[in-house]
Structures are given as C-alpha cells and as structure tokens.
C-alpha cells in the first residue's frame, strides 16, 4: 500500500475535495432548478437528523482509526491494525442496526411536532437506509487514512458524488409530480445510492490492499480486543463527544428556527423557505472552500500523531504552520469572492440572488471557520479531543440561544439565525486556538495576517471595479472578474511576501515553472 507524505496527501484530498464539492454544487443546483427554495428547506430540514443519526452511529471511530492505525503502522504491529478494525467493525454494526430502525419509527414525531411541518417525513424516511452504509464505510476511511494512504478515500468521494448527480435528476424529476416532499426524498434516495457504490469501492481496495484476513479468527481478536476497544473509546468518546455536540445543535437548529419564527409571526412555509435559503443556498456556497481545510484536517491527524509517538515535536510545529499558512491563504481569498460576487454567484447558479444578503453579511466571519477544521483535527492528535468537545459545547450553546434571541425579534428573522451561526463559529475556532496554544508553543505572526487582510482587501477592490465596468454577460462578467481578482490576489501574495519561492514550487506539475517568476 502507497503511503504518501503530508503534503502529498493533502493535496491528493484537496483535488478530490474541488471535485467533490463541484460535483456537490451542481446537485445543489439541479435540486434548486427542479424542487424551489420550499423543497429545498424540506431537504435542509432533514439533514441535520441524518447526520445526527451518522454521528452516534460512527461514534467518533473515524479520527480513532486513524490515529491508533498511524501509531501502529510506525511500529509495524499488523496484528494491533488487524483488531483496531475488528473492534470498529463490531462497535459500528452494533449501533447501525440499533438506529436505523430508531429513524423510521420516530420520523412522524419529529416530522409532525418538532419541524413543524409534516412533508419531512419522506426526506426522513428515505435516509433511514443510509446508516449501516456509512457506518462500515467510515471504518474503511479511518483504516485507509491511518495508513496515510489518501486515494482510496480521495477516490471514494469523487464516486459518491458523481453517482449522486447520475441519479439526482432522474429521482426527483419522477418523484415531482407527486409533491416536493417526494421530490426531496428522492434527492435522498440518490444520495443512499452514491454512499453505496462508494462503499463498494473501498471495500474492492480493502481486500486487495490488506495484509491480513478479516474473517480469520474474527470472534478471536474481538474477545482478545479488551485494550484495543479501550484505546479507541479514550479517543473515540470525546471525538464523538464534540461531533455529538455539533451534530446534536443542527438537529435542533431548524427546530429553534422554526419555532423561533413562528414567535416572530412568519408562517410554517415561510419559515421552511428563509430557512431553505439560509442552509440550503447560502450556507453551502459559504462552506465550499472547506474543502482545503477538511484536507488539511484528515491529514493532519496521523501525520501528527506518527510525529508525536516519535517524539518529533518539530515536525508537529511544522505541520501546524504549513495548515495555518494555507488556510489563511485559501480562506482569505475564499472570503473575498463570496463577499464581492455574493450577488451574481447565487443569479448565476440557482437563478435567485434573494439569499445572497446571508452570503454578504457572514463571507467575512467565515475565515474563522476555514481555520475551524485544522485546529480540531490538532487538538484529536494531540489527545485533547476533551477540550475539543467543551470548546464545541460552549460555542452551540451560545449559538443557539443567540437563534432563539435574535430570530424572535420580527426586525431579524431569519437573519438573527444568521449572525447566530457566525457568532458561534468565531467562538468555537478561538476556543480551538486558546487549547492549542496552552500546549503547544506557537508563534503567530500578526504581520503576516495584517499583509493578508491588506491583500484582501486590495484585491477585492480591483475585481468589483473590474466587474463593473465589464460590458457582457452576467456568466462572461462573473468568470472573467472571478480570473482577475485571483490573478490581483496572487500577485499581491507574492508581494507581501505571503507565498514564497519553495511554496510554489512545491505545486504538483506547474510549480517548478511558476517559482521561476517568484524572487526569493
């Protein structure tokens, strides 16, 4: 099995991360030409359930496995890997087969009386399938990602996706004439399937990679798996613990905000439209580009705990630059096209602009969120994934009680949710970087984000003139700006001296003829 480096692996996730989250839009966008913002919300609202549900289900075993499954790679002990999957296996079969029949039977309860709207019963009842799906899969993922092998993973999602978008517009074209409820879970239904086929996958690359028989001695290795399941619940139960919180809080977020807008006297379809537009349009394009940092965070944590158990704290302080560096590049330029093009980017994807007001007013609190990932992902490898979980509690306490206060007031609405969101992402991802600088000593260099701020800004200046006085088309217009605010925000970043010479040329098969231009 290729075992790749840091860097290597990274980019590996980030190019299946863009075409995974391209892939991802263009369903977004198909969803929202054939079902509306109403369908949309419907879809939205059952969302935060299922992830719920897949949070108790994976338990936090992903990030366990990987980080047990790096320690043993690098002393060489298959047999200590061969029971870390053992165990996982049985821990989340164990807990799929308990709550997918929990989803089915609680789905008119939660449809009825806490959602407020009863079409979500069928979004709900259609994810109800996906849970084993994905509770065997994760396992494979924290197995692959431990042996810092990335394209399995990598690959897997770029299949989900494209099977997702196979089938997307075949279900909920059939299932319309129905009702929007049944064309919204009919885009669940696609995504059960694209979970599957990705499942498939892994598992084909599973048996011919490995080095050992699962099935040998199976119920064996599970009796002799005391230690092992141990290990991986210190790890695993305040991973779980933090992810629990998240996922528990976007469960009862379109809760809160529909009962927090029928306060303020918006209707029950009103309410599932503003919130449709919030997390079904405008959300989503504000989370693209975490996919650089969700890279950065799958990689960080065995890089990082193979460098702890080898006692390299250097190397741990290297790795922990390298993803601030890129992050606050990525995120930065991130920030600045949501902000600038918030307008013709929803006209041109979802044919509305009515939600780009929520991409405007959250684009620059969303760099908070691009540093979010990588910090956590630290604090797991760093076994303070604890401190992680309290973090995390404090920050969706504080966001939803700000929903409920602010979404109340008739003058806010939906946009109270809104500024409650980023409220809670800013203190999550500070709280992050408190924890980790108590254990590690890290230097923050305020000048070269006082250089980046400036770079933003510059260069958010040049592309919304630019995009002004551009005489054609809104596509032409947005493509054509979108180009010369990049090429301006690189040029500056090379200026301020925010990417170096080696940075570049470090760049998979065009870096070594772009360093050329760069002075050292």
């Not at 609680?106 to 709207?117: E, I, K, M």
């Amino acid at each position: 099995m290729s075992k790749q480096t840091f860097l290597q692996g990274t980019l590996i996730l980030i190019a299946a991360g863009l075409i995974t989250r391209v892939l991802g839009f263009m369903n977004r966008i198909v969803v929202a030409r054939f079902i509306g913002e109403e369908g949309v919300g419907l879809y939205m609202m059952a969302m935060p359930t299922l992830v719920l549900i897949i949070t108790i289900t994976q338990f936090g075993l992903p990030v366990a496995i990987s980080k047990l499954v790096a320690e043993a790679e690098a002393e060489g002990n298959q047999r200590k890997i061969k029971k870390i999957l053992i165990v996982s296996l049985a821990v989340t079969g164990t807990l799929s087969l308990l709550f997918t029949p929990a989803i089915l039977f609680l789905a008119p309860y939660l449809s009825n009386s806490l959602l407020t709207d009863p079409r979500t019963l069928y979004p709900l009842l259609a994810i109800a399938p996906v849970v084993p799906i994905i509770a065997v899969s994760s396992v494979l993922r924290g197995y692959f990602q431990g042996k810092q092998n990335m394209r399995p993973a990598a690959i897997s999602q770029v299949l989900e996706q494209v099977v997702r978008i196979s089938l997307i517009a075949v279900c909920t074209k059939t299932f319309l004439p129905y009702g929007i409820e049944y064309a919204a879970a009919g885009a669940m239904a696609s995504a059960v399937a694209g979970e599957l086929i990705s499942l498939l996958y892994m598992f084909s690359m599973f048996k011919m990679k490995k080095k050992f028989r699962v099935r040998r001695k199976f119920f064996t290795s599970l009796k002799e798996g005391k230690t092992t399941f141990q290990n991986l619940m210190s790890i695993a139960l305040p991973t779980t613990g933090s992810r629990m919180i998240g996922s528990i809080a976007w469960f009862f977020e379109p809760i809160v905000v529909a009962q927090s807008l029928a306060i303020a006297g918006f209707t029950a379809t009103m309410a599932t439209k503003q919130y449709g537009e919030l997390t079904g349009y405008a959300l989503p394009l504000l989370m693209l580009p975490s996919f650089i940092t969700y890279s950065l965070s799958t990689a960080l944590v065995p890089a990082i705990s193979e460098a702890m158990a080898q006692k390299k704290l250097h190397v741990v302080q290297h790795r922990l630059q390298q993803a601030f560096r890129l992050s606050l590049v990525t995120g930065g330029f991130a920030v600045v096209i949501l902000y600038i093009y918030a307008e013709p980017l929803m006209k041109a994807m979802y044919g509305s602009s009515h939600a780009a007001i929520f991409v405007q007013v959250m684009a620059p609190f969303f760099i908070f969120y691009y540093f979010q990932g990588p910090l956590q992902a630290v604090l797991q490898a760093l076994n303070l994934a604890k401190a992680a979980m309290i973090n995390s509690f404090v920050g969706s306490a504080v966001k939803t009680a700000l929903i409920f206060l602010l979404a109340t007031r008739p003058s806010l609405g939906i946009m109270g949710a809104a500024l409650a969101i980023v409220a809670g992402i800013m203190l999550v991802t500070l709280l992050h970087l408190a924890t980790v600088m108590k254990v590690i000593s890290l230097t923050i260099k305020v000048s070269e984000y006082i250089r980046c701020f400036l770079t933003m800004i510059l260069s958010g200046i040049a592309g919304y003139f630019f995009f002004k006085i551009l005489p054609l088309g809104l596509g032409m217009n947005l493509i054509l700006s979108v180009c010369f605010t990049f090429s301006v925000y690189c040029i500056l970043l090379v200026a301020f001296r925010l990417v170096m010479k080696d940075d570049v040329g470090r760049l998979p098969f065009i870096g070594g003829h772009l360093s050329k231009f760069v002075p050292r």
